[in-house]
């Protein structure tokens, strides 16, 4: 939907600048549509968003969707942008074994 239209350095510069990211940020790649890169493909088949009845899934809503994933590589949960990544914590610390 061009919704982010810059060049990637100047993507990497605003959410460092206006976010304090310090994280590796991914390229610019689709997360939605008929060009979404494999590794979203994997997430939302394996998430909440996918629908087993007609096989198809939900498209992640918007920025800031969150997925867990464990060191096995499975999709434990997914988050919409709207929920802190604070309520991922029990969830996280559990996975690690830290109870």
Do not use: C
């Not at 990211?21 to 991914?26: R, V």
């Not at 559990?94 to 109870?99: E, F, T, W």
């Amino acid at each position: 939907m061009g919704q982010e239209p810059k060049p990637e350095p100047e993507i990497k510069d605003f959410v460092i600048k206006e976010y304090g990211a310090t994280f590796p940020l991914f390229w610019k790649i689709d997360v939605n549509g008929p060009n979404t890169h494999d590794v979203y493909k994997f997430l939302r088949q394996n998430s909440s968003l996918y629908n087993a009845k007609d096989g198809t899934s939900k498209e992640i809503p918007w920025n800031f969707g969150k997925f867990l994933v464990n060191p096995q590589g499975q999709v434990v949960d997914f988050f919409p942008p709207d929920k802190n990544p604070e309520v991922m914590v029990p969830q996280i610390t559990q996975m690690l074994g830290k109870q």
